[in-house]
């Protein structure tokens, strides 16, 4: 597959999610998948500044991650360093080499990075109105190449910003990015809240509790968000059996299917 080929396929991907009416966290998770494939990177996070922090709280949250491995993520790593100079700033951020001694920026940040294994880092920003939101992170496992399609990167990160203020003129603009913020943000913990109850329930991992999450979203006619909201709230009132409700099965079935891909 040639890099322009990979590169319109990744953008079709996530632009066509934004056609109809959609959903915001799907839509920032469909850009972290396809920035990574894109880049043929170890890891991509879509991170967003949160306008409601208060002065000791984490500035930076991760709202959708894809990683080339199965296993828990360092939050420092994306939510420092180039990640949180790129959302404050405006601007990419980069470290072409982590190993490069010359460069004493954000140490810590370096250390943390390269005991996880990476080489290379670039935070692409995410701008709404003229104001910096967030950034999208990209994680490889060798030092960062020119060659790689840089263009790319902002535009996914400018898709990001077009999905969470895409509504009306400027002020209708800016209180519907200020609401798609705190959805976000909110959905993400619900999210993973409902991606835990699968995991735990089917006896599956992580990853596939989340691709199970959206097909039962995509059978039940709902978002993901909205299911796993339904998910939560179906743990609470029948803490014993969530299985009762109907919202772990397909409507038609009431069992998980085999995989359809």
Do not use: K
């Not at 991650?65 to 420092?80: F, G, Q, R």
């Not at 490889?140 to 077009?162: E, H, I, K, M, R």
């Not at 735990?200 to 199970?212: F, K, N, P, S, W």
């Amino acid at each position: 597959m040639t890099e322009a080929w990979r590169v319109s396929t990744a953008v079709a991907s996530v632009t066509g999610t934004m056609v109809h009416e959609f959903d915001v966290p799907t839509v920032l998770q469909n850009v972290a998948e396809r920035t990574r494939l894109c880049f043929e990177a170890h890891s991509a996070a879509v991170v967003l500044l949160d306008p409601r922090r208060e002065p000791d709280s984490p500035s930076l949250h991760i709202v959708a991650e894809s990683s080339a491995v199965d296993h828990a993520s360092y939050p420092l790593l994306y939510t420092s360093g180039p990640a949180l100079e790129s959302a404050r700033s405006g601007a990419i951020a980069l470290i072409s080499d982590l190993t490069d001694a010359t460069d004493t920026r954000w140490p810590q940040y370096r250390r943390h990075a390269l005991e996880a294994g990476f080489r290379g880092v670039r935070a692409f920003p995410v701008v709404a109105m003229h104001v910096p939101i967030g950034a999208i992170v990209v994680h490889t496992v060798d030092p960062w190449s020119y060659d790689q399609p840089n263009q790319a990167g902002q535009v996914f990160a400018d898709l990001t910003s077009l999905a969470l203020s895409a509504a009306g003129g400027a002020d209708a603009r800016q209180v519907r990015l200020e609401e798609s913020i705190d959805s976000v943000l909110e959905g993400v913990t619900v999210t993973a809240t409902a991606v835990g109850i699968i995991a735990e329930i089917r006896g599956v991992d992580l990853i596939e509790a989340r691709v199970l999450l959206t097909r039962l979203a995509r059978a039940h006619a709902v978002t993901p968000t909205t299911h796993a909201r339904s998910i939560v709230a179906a743990q609470r009132e029948h803490p014993r059996d969530p299985e009762s409700t109907g919202l772990l099965g397909f409507p038609e079935f009431g069992t998980l299917p085999a995989d359809e891909s």
